[in-house]
């Protein structure tokens, strides 16, 4: 995207005032383009990139000069960066495109922090059936191409970037619910649960629905989904994605992760997706870099630990339970998911994915490998050697694992962790 011009620059600096801990970026844009119905679509997308890369090289910005001078620097250091990644050396990114307490949790890959810092790619999920009709009326779409060591679940995806520039939203085939915008690192999550139709599944934070419309796809809108969460708001707007992707077999109910559980159902399967310190998705949303703190990803981690203790009870023996964060913070996933293995030996580890790539949902015999890549230098030496390194090892480890981590840079996706168990039979 070329340098922006100054009307480009004066709308943006009006939306970095608007921004605030509450009122986050996204939000902000969205205001701001209702009351600005003028700006045509062009121009949109030209402010928005100007905001999301201001964010993303914020510490680089001189804080006297104004906001109109620091949008146009980050818009130069952007450009560089774009053209040649090696201009900016990684010890640099290290320092400044993340804040300094993510060190005690997680050295991110050199892979990962260059990253970070490009645009990010928009990805959609197409339902089973609708992919040539659906590519063939966006045009400008790419199948998803995996790392060689998940190559194996590629024929089961129906996930394409979309590079081209119209408002998905406003196409025909959204309309029809034939396609949802939905990060690859996130349909990887419904692929790890591997839901059966038939199957009962209880998706406990379902949020506005992205996995549990997945889910619903992979089992043929057959059996029944429970979608439980705490916001009343999102399950709502969970019902009108529904209806529009013709999902019908599921039931919402309120659930705050207090220990009145939703229903007493036993489920084939339980998929936590759980609220987190959202690391994973700093590309995505740069200003969430500078808002996190430490302490969050504390009070997270607690929460995210009670949500897997909670559940745990409501499997059917031989039941999968799936838990995944958009986060790479060592207390949110590593850690939550070694204190859950050791409080509940009624549960196994499950390999996520077998030397295919392919989850396997089916039952299987007591898993011998259990150990996970570990992303923070400080927690596993030997790993640590250097961030190249670690990112290969992760990979290599992570497909025979219950755990996995899905790194950004590996993707062109938001960074995710996944962990999975069966409960005995
Ligand atoms: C990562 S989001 C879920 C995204 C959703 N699964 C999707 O794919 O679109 C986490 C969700 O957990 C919910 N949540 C947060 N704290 C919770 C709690 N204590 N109990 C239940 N849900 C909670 C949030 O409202 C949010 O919708």
Not at 20 to 26: F, K, L, N, V
Not at 211 to 232: E, P, S, V
Not at 283 to 296: F, G, K, S, Y
Not at 309 to 338: F, H, M, Q, W
């Amino acid at each position: 995207m070329a340098t922006p011009d100054q009307a480009t620059l004066n709308h943006a600096a009006q939306i970095l005032a608007s921004i605030s801990t509450d009122h986050r970026a996204d939000l902000a844009l969205r205001f701001y383009f209702e009351r600005h119905r003028y700006l045509r679509p062009a121009a949109k997308r030209h402010i928005s990139h100007a905001v999301f890369v201001y964010f993303r090289w914020l510490s680089w910005l001189d804080p006297k000069a104004s906001p109109q001078k620091r949008i146009e620097q980050a818009a130069k250091l952007h450009e560089r960066f774009t053209a040649d990644p090696a201009s900016i050396k990684v010890e640099a990114l290290a320092a400044r495109a993340v804040p300094h307490w993510l060190a005690s949790e997680v050295e991110l890959p050199a892979d990962t922090l260059r990253q970070l810092q490009r645009d990010p790619a928009l990805w959609i999920r197409v339902r089973r059936g609708h992919a040539a009709e659906v590519t063939k009326t966006l045009v400008h779409c790419s199948p998803a191409v995996l790392p060689a060591w998940l190559t194996g679940l590629e024929p089961q995806l129906s996930a394409f970037t979309f590079t081209g520039t119209q408002d998905l939203f406003r196409t025909e085939p959204f309309d029809a619910g034939e396609f949802e915008i939905q990060d690859l690192a996130s349909q990887i999550v419904g692929h790890a649960c591997a839901p059966q139709p038939r199957e009962t599944w209880w998706d406990a934070c379902a949020g506005e629905g992205g996995k549990m419309l997945h889910l619903a796809d992979l089992m043929a809108n057959k059996g029944l989904i429970w979608a439980t969460d705490r916001n009343a708001r999102r399950l709502e707007t969970l019902k009108h994605r529904a209806a529009r992707a013709q999902v019908f077999n599921y039931r919402t109910a309120l659930w705050d992760g207090s220990a009145r559980l939703p229903t007493k159902t036993k489920f084939d399967g339980i998929l936590v997706d759980a609220p987190c310190s959202g690391v994973g998705t700093w590309q995505r949303n740069p200003q969430a870099r500078w808002t996190a703190t430490l302490d969050d990803v504390n009070q997270l981690a607690t929460t995210q630990l009670t949500l897997l203790n909670l559940v745990a009870g409501s499997l059917k023996p031989r039941g999968r339970l799936i838990y995944s964060v958009c986060t790479l913070t060592r207390s949110e996933t590593t850690a939550v998911a070694d204190a859950f293995s050791a409080a509940h030996p009624e549960l196994e580890p499950l390999p996520l994915f077998n030397a295919a790539g392919v989850a396997d949902p089916g039952p299987r015999a007591p898993s011998p490998a259990t150990t996970s890549s570990v992303p923070g230098s400080t927690l596993n030496p030997q790993l640590s050697t250097s961030a190249s390194s670690l990112s290969a090892s992760s990979s290599q480890l992570s497909s025979l694992n219950s755990q996995l981590f899905l790194w950004p840079h590996e993707l062109n996706a938001n960074g995710m962790f996944i962990a999975a168990w069966q409960a005995r039979a």
